[in-house]
């Protein structure tokens, strides 16, 4: 046996002094050591392994480094990726919550603008109508004055016709009168007085 091998198993029968020396627990389930002389028999026993064997304890110890750093990466990967993630559906809630607003609005205006061409159509209806109605009525009026002139005349006409006609019966009333003065003259008849020549 090498001088190597047999300091490690000095090193290791001290170990378990040290544990037998321990102050027992539990029915010697557990015992209190002291920390300081189990860290430096640790110590000593790993120094006085074989360098093939720290060189590999070496190795675990950066592989376990390693897979920790990994881990770590991962993890860190992970939360950007769930904090990108919930980056992007918060920007997506918000893009949606948007374009349902602007979708709202453009509604809204739509109703409004068709409101307003409803409105404009039946002002511009009642506008027709009530010049239709002002026509009828200008219409009608014109058509009462018309008439109301026509018989204005008409009974004007009546009234000169009448006084023509009275005139031409005079007329001829007279022309009778004269031709039978004229007659009676003629005949030796006496003229009424009313009829003689003056």
Do not use: W
């Not at 000095?10 to 378990?16: D, V």
């Not at 006085?48 to 060189?55: G, Y």
């Not at 920790?68 to 769930?82: L, N, P, S, T, Y």
């Amino acid at each position: 046996m090498c001088a190597q091998q047999s300091n490690i198993y000095n090193l290791l029968g001290k170990l378990e002094e040290a544990l037998d020396k321990g102050f027992p627990l539990l029915s010697s389930y557990m015992v209190v050591v002291k920390r300081d002389v189990v860290e430096t028999l640790l110590d000593n026993i790993y120094a006085s392994l074989p360098t093939e064997v720290q060189d590999a304890r070496a190795l675990l110890r950066r592989r376990d480094e390693i897979q920790h750093e990994a881990q770590q990466r991962a993890e860190k990967v992970i939360r950007d990726a769930q904090a990108e993630a919930a980056r992007l559906l918060s920007e997506s809630d918000l893009l949606q919550a948007v374009q349902r607003e602007a979708q709202k609005i453009k509604e809204q205006v739509i109703a409004d603008c068709d409101a307003m061409k409803r409105k404009a159509i039946e002002e511009a209806d009642t506008i027709r109508n009530q010049a239709k109605d002002e026509v009828l009525r200008t219409k009608e009026g014109a058509s009462v004055y018309a008439e109301q002139v026509l018989t204005n005349l008409e009974q004007n006409l009546n009234q000169l016709q009448q006084i023509v006609k009275s005139g031409q019966v005079q007329l001829e009333r007279q022309r009778n009168e004269l031709s039978g003065v004229g007659y009676a003259a003629q005949s030796g008849m006496e003229v009424p007085p009313n009829l003689r020549a003056e």
